[in-house]
């Protein structure tokens, strides 16, 4: 099976553009994750996505936001992009979640200039 | 936070065994344990999980003490291509995603 692609591998943006991140899933998977890698703070927990749905997220300011499509791919976005933005942005996927095996995909790296 | 302690950086000679510890004396009855890897800039990669036995895959062993406080990652024949964090999980619960810490820097030396 192919694993999780995302796309585009890297970004430059301006402070203030908006930006959208994609994440096909590994075939069959349910349930998309997000997270933000940065040299500070490390790996951190965006939101998760199930059946299109957001089930979970984590404590980031509503300028980060995604959705889910019903072929399981996903798109997180982020507005009003600051410096503190620059990061690689993960997506792993996963069956159906809930705590199962995530499998990660190579990453989207973004530079906010 | 991670529920999980490791050493910050561990060295390891080509070829031999690395043994990458981890505690996490808080874990509960049915959390799991798992280990992923990050090469540089890549995404983190799977290696292993268990919950009380002793688990092995192509990659790798996962120990897990009988207590369930600590377990070991063993990497039996280190490779220059090992060279990665190593991050150890304990899955918080359901309706959780995984909480990284910031893992364990293995370099494997020539």
């Known amino acids: 099976k192919a694993g999780v692609t995302q796309t585009p591998r890297y970004l430059i943006k301006t402070r203030g553009q908006q930006v959208t991140l994609s994440c096909s899933p590994i075939?069959?998977?349910?349930?998309v994750s997000w997270y933000q890698q940065t040299p500070g703070q490390g790996l951190q927990f965006l939101f998760e996505?199930?059946?299109?749905?957001?089930?979970n997220k984590g404590n980031f300011p509503g300028r980060f936001s995604g959705r889910q499509f019903s072929n399981s791919r996903s798109e997180m976005n982020v507005s009003t992009l600051e410096l503190g933005d620059s990061a690689l942005y993960l997506c792993?996927?996963?069956?159906?979640?809930?705590?199962?095996?995530?499998?990660f995909g190579p990453g989207t790296r973004l530079l906010v200039l | 936070d991670a529920k999980t302690t490791q050493p910050p950086s561990m060295d390891c000679a080509e070829g031999r065994a690395a043994n990458l510890p981890c505690n996490h004396s808080?874990?509960?009855?049915?959390?799991?344990v798992y280990w992923y890897r990050q090469i540089h800039s890549q995404g983190p990669q799977y290696i292993i999980h268990?919950?009380?036995n002793n688990e092995t895959n192509e990659m790798a062993s996962l120990i897990i003490t009988e207590d369930r406080k600590s377990s070991t990652l063993i990497l039996p024949h280190a490779t220059l291509r090992d060279t990665a964090v190593y991050y150890c999980?304990?899955?918080?619960?359901?309706?959780?995603?995984?909480?990284f810490g910031p893992g364990t820097r293995l370099s494997v030396l020539p």
């Open positions: 792993a996927s996963s069956l159906i979640g809930q705590g199962e095996t995530q499998y």
């Open positions: 075939s069959g998977h349910r349930s």
């Open positions: 996505y199930f059946s299109e749905t957001q089930r």
């Open positions: 808080t874990i509960s009855g049915n959390e799991y």
């Open positions: 268990g919950l009380k």
């Open positions: 999980i304990v899955r918080v619960n359901y309706g959780q995603n995984f909480v």
